[in-house]
């Protein structure tokens, strides 16, 4: 931690003894200084209540601002995120929570990076966290952020304060706009709790974690905070950019806890977990809105609408958990060699494609299901035919568990003859046990590829045409 005090501060805790006022301890991580992007955290000696009143302040040196936190509206701030900017051009400010509570820790969010090479202090008002009387003396609380990292194509990210960022959006923003080659940012080991979003001009990039057990990325972003309910009155600063469905898609870029809409968008080996509870509303893990997006040995984990691909994306080696549509879009996907987790009953995927490019397709997948899920009650994949007439959704060499329904699918209205350019395909459907299982009860409109067929839709090139994500 760098510059860590430890302050006695006049402390109102009912279990505290009457003459003594326990330490609160203030720290920013940081190894050589203080991350510029760091969460400040001041630890109590025990878990500490979030106020209503007072605010948070930090200031330079000179004692200039240089932001400030309200207790008032910490549950609902709001920040711009990695540059976001509208479809208008204006910039987009994303609701979050400025101050969190972890325990016995309460971590401050600031609006902005600090500057590099710069001390700073902070005051924390008497209002701001339940019996604290705060922190008024410029001495208590004072650090000084580390000076830039040296350009490079590599970067780390480290909660701890051990890289060259604390957060994941730090690096992110670290790689100019325009940006024209690779960059590689790597995530060590830890719990990053943030919204992550990544701007159409920051293309090139490499997200790449210390594995699914080991790097976990969380944040409960939703419908209900950054969406279409959120923004039913939103202004010209809340419309998505690179939209695809005019309507569909006026304010709901915005709820995914990582967003992407940059081409050539690569991330491997971390947990990417939305913590909305079941029922919050949509709410993705992943959204990407552009071409040539992969993700490799990732494990993705919300409820509805879990991964969201708008352009061409791949998956590969991967675990996909939810129970609402939890692969779904307007884009092209191929997703293989992963596993598929049902976590209620409901509908694996949902795609939206239009005449001009193919829908979602899986390879040697595995549709398992969370404990409780009852038999025959998810199926492979819904289309609305009257408004997406020509929804693909294509499951080759697929293993099953006994929780997809024996029609497989599922069209509104159920009627096939207003589904003639509907595409639910499928090929070689086992159970988990690699035994064949009885497809005869599928929906009428769906049908069972050829061996040949299923060949050329097993080749993610001839799907993705013509990028091959492996190579």
Not at 7 to 12: D, K, W
Not at 43 to 63: H, K, M, N, W
Not at 327 to 335: H, I, L, S
Not at 438 to 456: I, M, N, P, Q, V
């Amino acid at each position: 931690m760098a510059s860590l005090t430890v302050a006695a501060a006049s402390f109102l805790w009912p279990a505290a003894p009457a003459a003594a006022a326990p330490d609160i301890r203030f720290s920013v991580p940081g190894r050589t200084g203080a991350c510029v992007d760091a969460p400040l955290r001041i630890t109590f000696p025990a878990p500490p209540a979030l106020g209503s009143s007072g605010a948070i302040e930090v200031r330079r040196a000179d004692g200039t601002p240089a932001d400030r936190i309200e207790a008032a509206r910490a549950k609902d701030d709001r920040k711009n995120i990695g540059g976001a900017v509208s479809d208008t051009g204006l910039p987009h400010d994303f609701s979050y929570e400025s101050i969190t509570i972890d325990g016995r820790t309460a971590s401050v969010h600031l609006h902005r990076q600090l500057e590099y090479g710069q001390s700073y202090y902070v005051t924390v008002d008497p209002g701001v966290f339940t019996g604290f009387e705060g922190v008024q003396d410029p001495g208590s609380w004072r650090f000084t952020t580390r000076k830039p990292p040296h350009p490079s194509r590599r970067l780390t990210v480290s909660a701890a304060g051990k890289g060259d960022f604390c957060t994941v959006q730090g690096a992110i923003d670290a790689v100019p706009l325009g940006n024209d080659r690779p960059v590689t940012i790597d995530v060590r080991p830890g719990v990053y709790t943030e919204i992550v979003y990544v701007r159409e001009d920051r293309p090139h990039l490499t997200v790449r974690g210390a594995g699914t057990r080991r790097t976990v990325i969380q944040y409960a972003n939703n419908d209900l905070r950054n969406g279409d309910k959120a923004l039913s009155n939103g202004g010209p600063a809340d419309v998505c950019p690179r939209r695809v469905l005019e309507t569909s898609d006026l304010h709901n870029c915005w709820r995914a806890m990582v967003g992407v809409d940059a081409p050539d968008f690569r991330m491997s080996d971390l947990t990417l977990h939305n913590t909305t509870p079941d029922g919050g509303s949509q709410a993705e893990a992943f959204r990407g809105n552009n071409e040539r997006i992969a993700l490799e040995r990732v494990d993705l984990r919300s409820h509805q609408d879990t991964l969201r691909l708008q352009g061409k994306g791949f998956v590969t080696d991967s675990r996909i958990s939810g129970d609402t549509d939890f692969v779904w879009g307007t884009g092209t996907v191929f997703v293989q060699d992963s596993v598929l987790e049902s976590t209620d009953a409901g509908y694996i995927s949902q795609s939206r494609n239009d005449a001009t490019r193919p829908g979602a397709v899986f390879v040697r997948t595995r549709l398992t299901r969370a404990p409780g899920v009852p038999d025959g009650s998810v199926v492979l994949s819904r289309s609305a035919v009257w408004r997406f007439t020509h929804s693909q959704a294509v499951f080759i060499d697929t293993a099953m568990d006994a929780h997809i329904a024996p029609v497989g699918w599922q069209i509104d209205p159920n009627d096939c003859a207003q589904a003639a350019s509907l595409s639910f395909w499928e090929y070689r459907s086992t159970d988990l046990g690699g035994r064949a299982i009885d497809t005869s009860g599928r929906l009428a409109c769906s049908r069972r590829l050829t061996a040949e067929e299923a060949e050329r839709w097993s080749e993610p090139s001839f799907v993705l045409g013509g990028w091959n994500p492996e190579k």
